[in-house]
């Protein structure tokens, strides 16, 4: 019996779901598009589903009847095609309803939103009655919005994208990119004013600060509110039946877990990865130890560190609903997706590095890591998306989020913050947490963040990210205050976007990033170049070549997106995780049979420094373990276990 003949069907999220919901009906009025709605919204059987509460607010002035498909004349809305310009740059030779203040009065308020984007948008006939003079900034506005149609019709939370749509997306953004020369070596260091909107703040790139309208913001920076697809609010449970044996050390657990992988077949083994810096120092040689023979099971594996220094793993380990039902890895073979193959592999990356702290994002399987990593004496913390896209999705496990791990033998939680981070004070689908630590041996403490930022390509996406990123430095800086910090994440950015210039720019928290900084000597990380354009595109080159190799339905993705920022005063890098070339690989790249996720962990060894001669060490601290532990556990909102 086939599925609809029994009414079901699986539901495979926003990007593969046969129904696009509200994203083009909105972006096309929010850019005066005479859109047709029936294009937009069909059901399994393509009969058309337009309810009266479906029906966008109309704001500008929109066809009342649009052209019926079935008439003969009719042809679907097409403003891409190569001879033709954009929607937005179109000449309006009758004023509209909202500069002849006949539209409804909550729209003619100057404060609105809607009524500020008519005034950039409309001709000059429109605007003269009303005598605004905003040319200067109307050429800008519908340059950005250009890219901002574009975008939305490619990769903005819809479904998969037309190639000619894409690449007519894709040039404008490079012809932005080009105008502008990336604005990085004009650029002055930023700094943040904590008391100030981010939308007030100036990022130095040369670029008109301007806010877009709410309707369209929130379009952009929210993911399931915009889905067809109803909620589905289902817990962690997945995990419920895992039985370990009690005791096991590193050794035993990874040998246990390759076995329970295998199930009784014997399956490819794990990538080979090594340190980019296998020439140890006589000073290095305790903490080298770890360096050595990463895939193998031995003791020497398995030797403790002395010293303050810090074994930190940056990892996004893909979330396994939105990994099985809804990314499109293409030539990832069903079986390699499951999550009774990829989540021993995930165990096994993270605990034959033996980190002293692992920073995760995409986790919907936090109660498993929970259990497996509880038995070598993690202890976690995490902090879900508010509107999760594994919602959306039959089968989820619940929502997927960032977490925090850190070794309880070695580091003592002093207390952890949470965040969902804001763009122009509208809340998004991002979230970011915040620990601080003491090390147990030194009493000396230190913070670390983890986040993970808006995903998907385009120039007004990139911009979203920025201002996510100056709302993550603003409350990482409150937290952390003076304390040594590392800021880690899958930040969906590439080195020539805004936010990585934000970050390393940035005056309130002067930070470098240690994949970029590994290979120097220590006197060019602490003395960079003074002018920060200079220091932050020597930086950009520096960076390796990928974090994440993946082939999707769209092509071939391989870029850098995932970094670990660090304060170079107090932290110094010793080492970093080298990645697997092209050839270890694969052709049909990652997630596959060999490595879990289509993103490679980051391993950073750092050594923690004594505190600057004028500076004040803040580790030293009074009373028990137990009793601060005791304080701290409860004493802050997220879910510390």
Known sequence: MDQKSTGLRENYGHRRQPALGKAMPVTALLLNLEANPLDYRRNDNGAEMLEEDDKPPQLFSVTDEPPSPNEKDFKPPNHHEDDRELAGDRHRDIPCSNCLQTAAGHLTDRQSAINEMCQRLCGPECRRPQGLTLDGVRQDFLRQYEIAEAVAKTSAMTSTVQMKQRLAARKLEFEKEMDEELGVASSPRIDINLGQSSAAASTGMGELEFEPPRDLLLYLVRMGSFNSAPKINNVDSQDDGLVLPAGLSNSALLQH????????????????????????????????????????????????????????????????????????????????????????????????????????????????????????????????????????????????????????????????????????????????????????????????????????????????????????????????????????????????????????????????????????????????????????????????????????????????????????????????????????????????FQYPSDHFSLVCDFELLPPTENGKESGSGSGSDGENEKNVEGSKHGSIQ
């Open 257 to 592: 877990v390759q076995q329970l992988r295998g199930g009784g077949i014997e399956q490819p083994p794990l990538l080979t990865r090594g340190f980019l810096k296998p020439l140890l120092r006589d000073e290095d040689v305790a903490d080298g130890l770890r360096c050595l023979q990463l895939n193998s099971v031995s003791r020497v594996c398995s030797a403790p560190v002395e010293g303050d220094v810090i074994r930190l793993l940056q990892w996004n380990i893909l979330s396994q609903t939105l990994g099985q039902h809804n990314d499109g890895f293409v030539r990832c073979p069903d079986e390699a997706l499951t999550w009774d193959h990829r989540k021993y592999l995930i165990v096994q990356e993270i605990l034959q590095n033996q980190p002293d702290v692992i920073c995760l994002q995409e986790v919907d399987h936090f109660k498993f890591l929970q259990k497996v990593l509880g038995s070598q004496n993690y202890a976690g913390i995490f902090f879900p998306k508010p509107d999760s896209p594994c919602l959306y999705i039959e089968q989820n496990n619940g929502p997927d989020g960032c977490a925090i791990f850190y070794k309880r033998d070695k580091l003592q939680l002093q207390g952890y913050d949470t965040r969902i981070l804001e763009v122009w004070r509208v809340q998004s689908n991002q979230v970011a947490i915040a620990a601080r630590l003491r090390m147990r041996s030194s009493g000396r403490e230190f913070c670390v963040a983890t986040t993970h930022l808006k995903a998907r390509h385009g120039a007004l996406l990139a911009k979203l990210r920025n201002e996510q990123g100056r709302d993550l430095i603003r409350f990482v800086k409150q937290f952390a205050g003076d304390t040594p910090l590392l800021l880690c994440g899958d930040f969906n950015a590439e080195p020539v976007e805004p936010i990585y210039a934000t970050i390393l720019g940035c005056d309130l928290l002067r930070l470098g990033s240690a994949y970029a900084d590994v290979r120097l000597d220590r006197e060019e990380v602490l003395h960079p170049s003074g002018d920060v354009g200079e220091f932050v595109s020597k930086s950009m080159k520096r960076e390796p070549p990928y974090t994440t190799w993946k082939i999707r339905e769209e092509g071939e993705e391989c870029h850098t997106i995932d970094y670990v920022f660090y304060t170079p005063n107090r932290l110094k890098i010793k080492n970093c995780l080298d990645f697997p070339a092209g050839e270890q690989i694969g052709k049909n790249r990652t997630p596959s």
